[in-house]
């Protein structure tokens, strides 16, 4: 699966303190991405199609960027300096477990990660045949931006 965006509303308030985006992914290597809804709506379609049986792979993906770029379209979105910080397995981990992720879940996106900078989503991007509707900077300015407003007027 490509790289949720939605795992991002994990940092808005980092991003609005800090305007720094913290991933364990290369800053340069560009990540296949999907918004959830996007997903669910392919699932919807797949559903009320009674031609469709079995199992199959559906590549659902929206766009492919670096963490660089993401920071580049956070902070034209936003209106704002926003900087990318990788993060090392170890810290990753520790700052999951620190906020109640049980170790072992941890450690499955830490490796997760690492299988992202090894290009796991290269295949998929290329197999897929159009791209899902929303894109990240439509994701950014309809979802993650309002997240962060909100967290302005508390």
């Given at each position: 699966?490509?790289f949720?965006?939605?795992?991002?509303?994990?940092?808005?308030?980092?991003?609005?303190?800090q305007?720094?985006?913290?991933?364990?992914?290369?800053?340069?290597r560009?990540?296949?991405?999907?918004?959830?809804?996007?997903?669910a709506?392919?699932?919807?379609?797949?559903?009320?199609?009674?031609?469709?049986?079995?199992?199959?792979?559906?590549?659902?993906v929206?766009?492919?960027?670096?963490?660089?770029?993401?920071?580049?379209?956070?902070?034209e979105?936003?209106?704002?300096?926003?900087?990318?910080?990788?993060?090392?397995?170890?810290?990753?981990?520790?700052?999951?477990?620190?906020?109640?992720m049980h170790?072992?879940?941890?450690?499955?996106?830490?490796?997760m990660?690492?299988?992202?900078?090894?290009?796991?989503?290269?295949?998929e991007?290329?197999?897929?045949?159009s791209a899902?509707?929303?894109?990240?900077?439509?994701?950014?300015?309809?979802?993650?931006?309002?997240?962060?407003?909100?967290?302005n007027?508390?």
């Open positions: 699966m490509p949720f965006m939605e795992n991002l509303l994990n940092q808005v308030e980092m991003i609005r303190a305007g720094t985006l913290f991933l364990a992914n290369t800053a340069d560009p990540l296949a991405t999907v918004a959830t809804r996007d997903i709506a392919t699932a919807a379609v797949l559903l009320a199609d009674d031609s469709w049986s079995g199992q199959e792979s559906v590549p659902v929206g766009d492919a960027l670096s963490p660089d770029d993401m920071a580049r379209v956070l902070s979105v936003l209106e704002r300096p926003v900087g990318f910080q990788q993060v090392d397995e170890r810290t990753y981990k520790e700052t999951m477990t620190r906020y109640g170790p072992a879940w941890a450690q499955g996106l830490a490796d990660a690492a299988a992202q900078n090894d290009g796991i989503y290269d295949a991007q290329k197999a897929s045949a899902a509707p929303t894109d990240f900077r439509r994701w950014c300015q309809e979802v993650l931006r309002p997240n962060l407003l909100d967290l007027h508390s």
